[in-house]
């Protein structure tokens, strides 16, 4: 089975501009987490997606958003971007079991994502 | 709220010598609590998790972890380390608050090991 897949590896952009990165879920996974990793901490929390809708969000702003679609692959769109924003984008992927805080999350590679 | 420290931020142990991360949480509820490993270039790899039952629990690479509710610390043990376990390690616990189940880490310990 293929594991969680992220694209593109590394990406730069200016301030100001606008970003998508993707995820494609592990085969058989229908919820997909978002994570930002900032150099020298632990992955943060952004959003969950379950069925194509947002199941949960951390404390980041409405200018992050994502997008979950019926194949379970999903989108993480990053508005207006701040130099701040530079950090490590984490995908994960999980099933969705009977008690929700056991369901595994499979994480890809992640997107290097520099702002300038 | 939901957090986890690693007091630890850099670790060096000599390759075949033991090995302990500490990891402590603050939750509410009965902790569901992780270990992940993350080498350079590659996203986080499950080492182990606990959820019920024993609380000494066996995870992939020969690591082990024991649960002391007593102490609120989930740390991570190994007895001899190897020159391929040089990496960061992350713990974490699953929270529930706000809808789905997010997990919340700590800042990590960078493991380095001597040849």
């Known amino acids: 089975e293929t594991g969680v897949t992220q694209s593109p590896t590394h990406l730069i952009k200016t301030r100001g501009q606008q970003v998508t990165l993707r995820c494609s879920s592990q085969?058989?996974?229908?919820?997909v987490s978002w994570y930002q990793q900032a150099l020298g901490q632990g992955p943060q929390f952004i959003f969950q997606?379950?069925?194509?809708?947002?199941?949960g969000r951390g404390n980041f702003p409405p200018r992050f958003s994502g997008l979950q679609f019926p194949n379970y692959s999903s989108e993480l769109n990053v508005n207006a971007l701040e130099l701040d924003d530079s950090a490590l984008y984490l995908c994960?992927?999980?099933?969705?079991?009977?008690?929700?805080?056991?369901?595994?999350?499979?994480f890809g590679a992640g997107t290097r994502l520099s702002v300038l | 709220a939901q957090s986890v420290t690693q007091p630890d931020i850099h670790i060096t142990v000599s390759e075949g010598a033991s090995l302990e991360l500490r990891c402590n949480y603050s939750y509410g509820a009965t902790p569901y609590l992780f270990w992940y490993v993350q080498s350079p270039g590659q996203g986080l790899q499950l080492l182990l998790k606990?959820?019920?039952?024993?609380?000494l629990v066996q995870g992939i690479k020969g690591f082990e972890a024991e649960f002391k509710r007593s102490q609120s610390s989930f740390n991570l043990r190994k007895p001899s380390v190897h020159w391929s376990d040089a990496a960061e390690y992350f713990c974490a616990v699953g929270d529930l608050t706000g809808g789905g189940n997010k997990l919340t880490f700590g800042t990590g310990t960078q493991l380095k090991v001597e040849l």
């Open positions: 085969s058989g996974h229908n919820t």
């Open positions: 997606y379950y069925r194509e809708e947002e199941n």
């Open positions: 994960a992927s999980s099933p969705r079991g009977q008690t929700l805080a056991k369901n595994i999350q499979y």
């Open positions: 606990y959820f019920s039952g024993d609380t």
